[in-house]
C-alpha cells in the first residue's frame, strides 16, 4: 500500500487528495459504463494528473440517515431533499468492491482510503488503507471516533461545523487509544463553500493551538482561476488538502459541483510547486546566485588622496566605495596605524598586501 499521506504527515510535504467520494455513479451513467469502470477511470485520471491519492466514502443508506433526513446542500445543483433517499443512490459497493479498488490504486501507484460511515465499513477497510479519515459529520460521534482510533493507524479528522470544546473531545477520545500521527482538516460544512464563508484563518487558529499535530484543509468551495483558496490554505500551514473530485463539473448532483477535475488538479499542483520553489529552504546564508552581485554590490576601503610609502594610515585618509572586492569597511580598524608598504594612488581599492604586517 502507498503512504504517501503518512509520509506527509511525518514530513510537512504537500499532499492533495482527491475525494472522488461517490461521483463515479455519476460518471458511470454519463458515459454508459459500469460503476466500477467509471470509480478505476477516475482513479487513473487522479493519478495521471499527479494527485497523491484518492478516497472514497464507504456507507449503507440505512445505517447512515434516516428516512426523514432533510438535506443541507444546495438543491438547485442537487434537488434530492432527503439525505436517505441521496445516500440510496451510491451505496451499492461493499467489501469485495473497495478491495478491487485497492488493489487497483496499488497496482498504478496511487493511495487508497475511503471514508467510513458505519462500524462494520471501518472494519473491513482496515486492511485496505493505511490511514483513517474521520468525516466532521462524526466529530460528535465518539463510540464511531474510539472505534477508528483502536486501528492504531493514523487519522484524519475533519473539523467542520464544530466549535472547540468539540474538537477537543474528538481529539482527546483518538488520543485515549492511539499515538498516531493526527491531522486536523479544517472545513466548512456547506456546499458549495461562499468564499465570504471559507475562513481559512482558522488554519492559523489550529496550527496555534494544536502545534503538535497536522493541520489539514478539505475544501468546499467552486473551482476559480488561480486557486487562491487551496494556494492561501497551503501558505497558512495546511499541507493535508482534500477536495472533490470528477470528470464533469456541469453534473448536476452530488459533488460535481464544487470537485476539481484532473485539470484543475494539475494546475493546483503547478501552483503549489511554485509556492515551495519561491518560499525555498529558509536558511540565513547567501545565496550562491547572489555571490557576483554580493561582489559588486557591497563597499571597499578606497584611498582618498595618494598615500606615500611608509605613511602610517589614519582614519581621515580612507573612505568607502563600490565594488566590495577589497577589505571591507568592517575592517577598518585592522588598517589604522599600519605603514603603506608602497605608494597608494588616490581613489584605489585597498587590499591588505598594500601594508606592511
Not at 17 to 32: H, T
Not at 154 to 177: F, T, W
Not at 337 to 355: P, S, V
Request: charged letters at 25%.
Amino acid at each position: 500500500m502507498q503512504q504517501v499521506i503518512l509520509n506527509s504527515m511525518k514530513t510537512g510535504k504537500f499532499v492533495l487528495i482527491a475525494e472522488v467520494g461517490v461521483n463515479y455513479y455519476d460518471i458511470a451513467k454519463e458515459r454508459g459504463i459500469t460503476p466500477m469502470e467509471a470509480a478505476k477511470l477516475m482513479v487513473k485520471e487522479a493519478h495521471d494528473a499527479g494527485i497523491h491519492a484518492v478516497k472514497f466514502q464507504t456507507y449503507k443508506a440505512e445505517t447512515l440517515a434516516a428516512k426523514q433526513s432533510p438535506y443541507y446542500w444546495d438543491i438547485t445543483e442537487e434537488p434530492t431533499r432527503s439525505q436517505f433517499e441521496l445516500f440510496q443512490k451510491f451505496d451499492s459497493f461493499g467489501k469485495a468492491e473497495y478491495k478491487e479498488l485497492a488493489d487497483y490504486c496499488d497496482e498504478i501507484g496511487i493511495e487508497f482510503c475511503s471514508t467510513a460511515f458505519d462500524f462494520e465499513s471501518a472494519d473491513y477497510l482496515d486492511k485496505m488503507m493505511n490511514v483513517y479519515k474521520i468525516s466532521s459529520s462524526d466529530l460528535t460521534n465518539i463510540p464511531f471516533i474510539e472505534h477508528q482510533a483502536k486501528k492504531g493507524k493514523p487519522v484524519l479528522l475533519s473539523v467542520g461545523a464544530s466549535n472547540v470544546d468539540e474538537i477537543e473531545r474528538a481529539v482527546q477520545a483518538i488520543r485515549k487509544y492511539n499515538d498516531q500521527p493526527l491531522a486536523l482538516l479544517h472545513c466548512v460544512l456547506e456546499y458549495p463553500t461562499p468564499y465570504t464563508e471559507v475562513n481559512l484563518n482558522k488554519i492559523a487558529s489550529l496550527k496555534a493551538k494544536y502545534p503538535d499535530l497536522v493541520i489539514g484543509y478539505s475544501d468546499h468551495t467552486k473551482p476559480k482561476a488561480g486557486f487562491d483558496v487551496i494556494k492561501t490554505a497551503y501558505t497558512l500551514g495546511a499541507t493535508v488538502i482534500e477536495k472533490h473530485f470528477t470528470l464533469n463539473k456541469t453534473l448536476k448532483g452530488n459533488d460535481h459541483y464544487h470537485a476539481m477535475d484532473p485539470n484543475d488538479a494539475r494546475e493546483i499542483l503547478k501552483g503549489i510547486a511554485f509556492l515551495d520553489m519561491i518560499r525555498g529552504s529558509g536558511e540565513l546564508k547567501c545565496l550562491e546566485s547572489e555571490m557576483v552581485a554580493r561582489a559588486n554590490a557591497r563597499r571597499s576601503v578606497v584611498s582618498k588622496g595618494a598615500i606615500a610609502k611608509g605613511t602610517v594610515i589614519t582614519k581621515d585618509m580612507l573612505t568607502y566605495k563600490r565594488p566590495g572586492t577589497g577589505i571591507a569597511p568592517s575592517e577598518i580598524d585592522g588598517i589604522i596605524g599600519k605603514k603603506a608598504a608602497l605608494d597608494i594612488e588616490d581613489d584605489t581599492i585597498l587590499k591588505w598586501d598594500m601594508f606592511e604586517d
